[in-house]
């Protein structure tokens, strides 16, 4: 769903907190950052202030409740950028899938191994091992 037809359902109510919380991760996706094993940070909405979000237990520290069965969009946006990051194998950094290079089964590195992930700066640092 794109900005537009979710903007057209948020003014006539209609956006569900799914919907809402995609449209939080691709507007503040580079903000929404893993702080711990399962917990995420997540920008509020207002501008002020950030919501904690446990993955594993399902919870997040904003007030809203939502009904058995749904998540509040915070953990929807957070469950949508850990989708798309992987862990570099390096650094323990998150990155985007498409800034992390798989490691090859010719490479000579004794340190890495075939399908380890590892972002540029490792890359670079380890002679391009990639």
């Known amino acids: 769903m794109d900005t537009e037809t979710l903007a057209r359902n948020r ?11 995609i449209v939080v991760a691709q507007e503040h996706f580079e903000e929404i950052v893993r702080v ?8 509020s909405c207002t501008g002020t202030g950030s919501y904690r979000v446990n993955l594993k237990t399902e919870t997040c520290s904003c007030p809203d409740r939502p009904p058995e069965g ?19 194998s390096g650094c323990s950094g998150r990155f985007r899938h498409t800034k992390l290079v798989e490691v090859q089964e010719d490479h000579e590195s004794l340190t890495w191994f075939p399908g380890d992930l590892l972002c540029a700066g490792c890359v670079r640092d380890h002679g391009g091992i990639a």
Do not use: S
């Not at 956006?15 to 919380?21: L, P, V």
């Open 11 to 21: 003014a006539t109510g209609k956006a569900t907190r799914h919907q809402r919380g």
């Open 36 to 43: 711990a094993p399962w917990e995420w940070e997540v920008p």
């Open 70 to 88: 749904e998540r509040c969009k915070h953990e929807t946006a957070a469950r949508y950028v850990k989708g798309r990051t992987g862990t570099c």
